[in-house]
């Protein structure tokens, strides 16, 4: 039976420690053990958390041939999530001990050989992976980096206690299709990392919450240039104090931004969603139901 209490998540702006994954992780569980303290039951991490996004403020420079490419695709693919491997593992772990779902972005390496990375979002609980889901498109520069998803992930898991849970990577949530995908499967918490900062993103976010009649999670990231090492492969612009000042907000299936926006700090923002409100917002507007009219629509691609 579909969860209809209150669900209290926790959006998790942090940095990374950029090129280590050890250390990422034990900063995720630290932060994690904060978050259910005070009674999240879902946190929410943001996209490639483990361990750097690739900013397109310093990425694209990886697109040529330049000296320090190959040494930073080494360094990310090594501080990179194998999902079936020990950093999972201690993920799990933590969300067994705090009795707690964890969804967090990873930049994923293959399971089976050394090769392709690919920018995933993984929903973790008490008893291991729940849903692991490839960004579909990696945009633009990302694409040095990130290898395409396959789209045979796309769906929602339903979690005892915090309702039907789903989402999509960044941009993602700009692709019709992919969404409604999802809006097939009911979610009531929509799951949105991302690494975008601007005021078009929080526009985004609040129209997928009326779109969908589900509660939005956006999680971007913060991250100062200060938090690079001093050994990282290719130079920083001059002149740029932070490549991705935050935004972390939760959005009701109204469209109202309920806590957040947080800019400029690393920070946790707390709410408690009651799941009943995106219950009465579909008597209005019901995408895959009432309203869909999907019998006048083809949506087949050509």
Not at 190 to 216: K, N, Y
Not at 223 to 242: C, H, K, T, W
């Amino acid at each position: 039976m579909t969860w209809f209490g209150p669900a209290r998540v926790a959006c998790v702006q942090a940095c990374p420690v950029v090129l280590d994954a050890e250390a990422t992780v034990d900063k995720a569980i630290a932060l994690l053990g904060e978050a259910a303290d005070a009674g999240a039951k879902l946190i929410v991490f943001p996209e490639c958390f483990v361990s750097v996004y690739p900013s397109g403020a310093w990425a694209a420079a990886a697109a040529t041939w330049r000296e320090g490419c190959d040494e930073l695709w080494e360094r990310l693919w090594a501080s990179s999530v194998d999902v079936n491997g020990p950093l999972v593992d201690r993920l799990v772990t933590a969300c067994a001990e705090r009795s707690v779902h964890l969804a967090i972005g990873v930049n994923e390496r293959e399971d089976e050989r050394p090769g392709s990375l690919y920018n995933t979002l993984l929903i973790i609980g008490p008893e291991g992976v729940v849903s692991r889901h490839r960004k579909l498109v990696p945009t633009m520069h990302e694409r040095v980096f990130h290898g395409l998803g396959g789209g045979r992930d796309l769906g929602v898991v339903d979690i005892a206690g915090i309702g039907r849970v789903g989402g999509l990577i960044c941009w993602e949530n700009r692709m019709p299709l992919a969404r409604w995908a999802l809006y097939k499967d009911g979610p009531q918490i929509w799951l949105a990392p991302t690494a975008d900062d601007s005021d078009g993103w929080i526009a985004t976010v609040r129209h997928i919450a009326l779109e969908s009649s589900a509660f939005v999670v956006s999680v971007p990231q913060f991250i100062p240039a200060s938090a690079f090492p001093a050994d990282f492969p290719l130079p920083l612009p001059d002149g740029v104090d932070v490549f991705g000042r935050g935004g972390a907000c939760v959005v009701s299936p109204n469209g109202e931004v309920i806590a957040g926006p947080l800019y400029d700090t690393e920070g946790t923002v707390i709410v408690d969603c009651d799941l009943r409100d995106g219950l009465h917002a579909k008597r209005y507007f019901d995408v895959v139901g009432h309203y869909a009219r999907a019998d006048v629509f083809d949506i087949r691609t050509p």
